[in-house]
């Protein structure tokens, strides 16, 4: 049997093993809430709602160390503090199992500093690839895919 194995942006190659699955779950329902993330965790900063869709044990494999779901919402308020405009879109989503993997495209103003950067004013605009691994009715792990 072989495991798919997913490239990061990084060039790392790191397995996304699941043995067991999470067969209680949709593939329709696991997009769903990975769309929910994003419209209202990342692009609104609804804290009650990542407590809500993020596992208490949740994982970040990403080049911005953001450890656990505390870090991922310090990362979140960290780039609306600077970004507050910030509209992230979900491109595309397909989903297989226990997993969903995103293109998203995120537009909005830099208005204040971020990360040393002081603001400019002008509109930005990045794209991210992720692939969320989803147990039980929570996010428990997100990796970045590109």
Known sequence: MNTPVYASNLGCREALR???GD??????????LVRRLYAEVMGKGNMTEA?????TEYVEHLPVPTPGREGLKQLVMMVLGAFPDI????????A???RVAVRI????????AFMGIPASGKAVEWKEMHIYRVVGGK??????AG
Not at 23 to 32: D, G, H, I, V, Y
Not at 51 to 55: I, P
Not at 139 to 144: G, P, Y
């Open 139 to 144: 996010i428990v792990v997100r990796r970045c």
């Open 18 to 20: 699941s043995p067991e």
């Open 105 to 112: 495209v995120a537009r909005g103003t830099h208005q204040h």
């Open 23 to 32: 067969s209680k779950m949709s593939t329709e329902a696991n997009t769903a």
């Open 51 to 55: 407590d809500a869709l993020l596992s």
């Open 96 to 98: 297989e199992g226990d």
């Open 87 to 94: 509209h992230p879109t979900v491109e595309d989503a397909v």
